[in-house]
């Protein structure tokens, strides 16, 4: 017997594994983190993927002291088609988890890989 799925779920439609092929999930090492300014929720985020360095803009702001992310290597979506955010064009995007109560978390390794290393 299969479990109920929740109202959530069933919104979301299944994709098949090669759909899921199609991500360039990887580690990266977060270098920097800048508020954007005139934003309360943004942060530009320098990131270290080994062969390169890309900018990541989130609304992290309200979660996250940017000392907090530095230093840390976290989950990216490196091929999101590309987009401008208060004046800064985001290259990749940070992957996150929110729970009901609004707690926001980055999703990290839970161990030391090297940057640039494939998720799947």
């Known amino acids: ?10 919104s979301i439609p299944e994709i098949l594994f090669d759909d899921f092929l199609k ?13 954007v300014p005139k934003s309360k929720k943004l942060i530009r985020i ?3 993927f080994g062969s390169e360095k890309r900018q990541a803009v989130a609304g992290l702001m309200q979660y996250y002291q940017p000392e907090e992310l530095v ?11 590309r987009r401008t955010m208060a004046g800064f064009e985001s290259q990749c995007m940070i992957l996150a988890a929110e729970d ?15 940057e ?3 998720i799947g």
Not at 100 to 114: F, I
């Open 23 to 35: 991500l360039d999930l990887r580690v990266g090492k977060v270098l920097e983190v800048i508020p």
């Open 46 to 48: 320098m990131v270290d």
């Open 71 to 81: 230093g840390k290597k976290c989950l990216f979506l490196l091929n999101l088609k």
């Open 100 to 114: 009901e109560a609004g707690t926001v978390s980055v999703l990290q390794p839970d161990r030391d890989v090297v």
């Open 1 to 10: 017997m299969e479990p109920e799925k929740t109202e959530q779920e069933e």
């Open 116 to 118: 640039g290393s494939q």
